[in-house]
């Protein structure tokens, strides 16, 4: 019975020693990051910049300051396809930067709520270099409109296959390519060339529709229709 006591006052012995020794080790480490948290109470946190403008470490009103004084809203979109440059006014979009919006997305990242995951953002921020970008604000439907007016001008239309009769001769029209614009990745192009502020050309590019037959296709088609 005795030796028994003694076994658990050693083990609690034990068990004291080393809550004290993590309380000592991790104590500073836990007191550095208190500290380092409340430094950035109200703050966005290092490395972290908007449009290539670093805002990491200012108050919020002061990077909307700094991001009003820095970026200029552009006055066109410039689009190019070859030797052709087409123009869409931003006026005509009611286009405008929305520096509050960005601002509050910057001063979210690293305070997501997951807590081993902040935790991690925010020890390796002095360290990093996180760009995002602009929020604006914009007409869809006007650059919609706008954009599908210019595909029309540079696309080809394709030619579909058709069976004609010529004097009694059975003749099989193959077909021609035509191009499309990719009208969805070049909003997304747009998008990222304003939220970086970038304000310069973008090329359209066109994507190859072909629906026309191969001259085996042909022939086979020619045979069914004799």
Same mark, same amino acid.
């Given at each position: 019975? +005795?030796? $028994? =006591?003694?076994?658990? @006052? $050693?083990?609690?012995? $034990? ?5 004290? +020794? ?22 966005i946190f290092p490395g972290i910049y908007v449009a290539q403008i670093e805002v990491g470490s200012l108050k919020t009103s002061q990077a909307i300051g700094l991001l009003s004084e820095?970026?200029?809203?552009? @006055?066109? &979109? ?9 123009? &869409? ?6 286009? #405008?930067?929305?520096?509050? %919006? ?10 997501? *709520?997951?807590?081993?995951?902040? +935790? ?42 058709? &069976?004609? +009769?010529? =004097? *009694?001769?059975?003749?099989?029209? %193959?077909? #021609?390519? *035509? ?24 090329? &359209? ?11 085996? %296709?042909?022939?086979?088609? =020619?045979?069914?229709?004799?």
């Amino acid at each position: 019975m +005795l030796r $028994k =006591k003694l076994l658990n @006052k $050693k083990i609690i012995l $034990k068990f004291n020693k080393s809550v004290r +020794l993590s309380i000592i080790i991790f104590s500073p480490i836990l007191l550095l990051i208190t500290v380092y948290n409340l430094a950035f109470t109200n703050k966005i946190f290092p490395g972290i910049y908007v449009a290539q403008i670093e805002v990491g470490s200012l108050k919020t009103s002061q990077a909307i300051g700094l991001l009003s004084e820095r970026i200029t809203p552009p @006055k066109k &979109i410039i689009l190019l396809y070859e030797s052709k440059v087409f123009d &869409i006014s931003t006026d005509t979009l009611n286009f #405008s930067y929305d520096f509050n %919006q960005s601002i509050k997305t910057a001063y979210k990242l690293d305070r997501s *709520g997951n807590i081993l995951f902040d +935790l991690y953002q925010r020890l390796k921020a002095p360290y990093r270099y996180k760009n995002i970008g602009l929020r604006f604000k914009l007409d869809e439907e006007s650059l919609e409109r706008q954009l599908k007016n210019i595909a029309l001008e540079i696309e080809v239309e394709p030619q579909y296959p058709s &069976i004609e +009769l010529v =004097k *009694g001769q059975i003749i099989v029209n %193959q077909g #021609s390519p *035509g191009t499309s614009v990719d009208l969805l990745k070049l909003r997304i192009d747009i998008g990222q060339n304003i939220a970086f502020a970038k304000n310069s050309p973008i090329n &359209i590019v066109l994507s190859p529709v072909d629906v026309g037959l191969t001259v085996d %296709q042909a022939e086979i088609l =020619k045979l069914r229709a004799q």
